[in-house]
Structure formats: C-alpha cells, structure tokens
C-alpha cells in the first residue's frame, strides 16, 4: 500500500510542473485523494462488502468531486490532473501511467449487464471533457482529444478527435495518409482483371497471326 502511494505521489510530479513539494501534493491534490480513497473501496468491494465500499466512494465523491465507482480496477500511476466532474464506472479498466483531465466519463451507453464500461490501455492521455461510453478498448499510448466522444475501439497509439470520435493520427502519421497507403480491395481486384485482359488480347494476337500464316 505504501509503495503504491509514493507511486501515486511521483506521478503528480512527472505530470505537471506545478507540483512543487510533497506536503503540498500530499494536502491539496484532489485527483490524489480521490485515487487513494477508491483503493480503500475497491479492497471492501472485492470483499464482498459492497455498501462499505459505495459508502467510501461517495465520500471521496462528495469531499474531492470525482466519482470513481469501488467496482473499477485501476493500474499504477494514474494522474487526476483537476479532476472536478471525473466519472469512472463500475466495470472501467484503466491501465498503467494514464493521465486524466477533467469532466472526462468513462461511461457506458445503457443498462446492459456485464463489461459496460470502457478499457483503456497504458501511457494513454484523455484530455478534459472528453466521453468514452461503452465496453471496448482504447489502445495504449493513446490521445483522447478534449470534448471528444468516443464510441468505438481505438488502436494502439492513436489520435482521436471530433463528436463522434475519430482517429486523425496513428503510428505517428496523420490517418488520411494511412488510408491512401492501405490496399483498396475493390481497387487490387481490377488492376487483376485487368491483368488478365491484358494476357487474354496477347493469345488472341499471336493466335491470329498463326492464322493469317496458314
């Protein structure tokens, strides 16, 4: 536990360069308290004991604004930065090293059971306003633009932008590029049948001139 709290204290300070000491980060980041809270509910609720745990968490909610639901696995490092208005639900999975702004949700779209809630992948920055609802994964080192809303998979190292959210970079190269580097199938199977015309018109020509010779 310990060693997961000083963890949490560096990311503060690898993340934004207003931190100035460790007193201050310790007494005054709220996006800090709010991670630390929800480690507390989320050792009741895998327990079993889930009112304890909703208990802690709308605590943590009512004392920092955030509001991580106990049920939620969170990896290491993970950096509030503001964090009012930060929503995490029941069955997010958030990764290592992953850096939030706030009024993001990672939400779902309904009352589906099960995985409802979004995956998101390590190294991956979500800027402040942005949504991602639903149960799919955003691939690690990957930039959620801010006030986007995403609603589908995103690939490993991606930039996403835009209501609804989509990809304008990836592997470090704008998406509009990628997709005139990728092959068109419909565009592939023409140049083959054309191929074939080609092969088709030289029989026919040698095969009439063999005639003409007879």
């Known amino acids: 536990m310990l060693k997961n709290m000083r963890s949490d204290i560096q990311a ?29 509910a989320h050792a009741f609720y895998r327990r079993g004991w889930f009112t304890v745990a909703r208990t802690l968490s709308q605590c943590s909610r009512f004392m920092t604004g955030i509001e991580i639901h106990p049920g939620a696995t969170i990896g290491q490092r993970l950096f ?48 402040s306003g942005a949504k991602i609802l639903g149960s799919f994964k955003v691939g690690d080192q990957s930039n959620i633009g801010s006030n986007s809303v995403v609603l589908r998979e995103v690939p490993p190292d991606s930039t996403v932008v835009g209501i609804p ?19 068109d199938p419909i565009t592939s199977k023409l140049n083959e049948l054309q191929s074939e015309i080609d092969q088709l018109r030289k029989q026919l020509a040698t095969c009439e001139a063999e005639i003409k010779k007879e």
């Open 12 to 40: 503060v300070f690898d993340n934004d360069p207003a931190a100035r000491s460790w007193f201050e980060v310790i007494f005054t980041y709220s996006g800090l308290h709010a991670i630390w809270w929800h480690r507390i």
């Open 80 to 127: 509030i930065d503001h964090g009012m208005g930060v929503v995490i639900g029941e069955t997010c999975e958030i990764g290592n090293d992953v850096l939030i702004y706030q009024g993001v949700t990672l939400g779902g779209t309904g009352k589906e059971k099960g995985k409802r809630h979004p995956t998101i992948g390590n190294n991956v920055v979500i800027g």
């Open 165 to 183: 959210g989509k990809i304008v970079r990836q592997n470090g190269q704008p998406a509009d590029r990628l997709r005139h580097q990728m092959p």
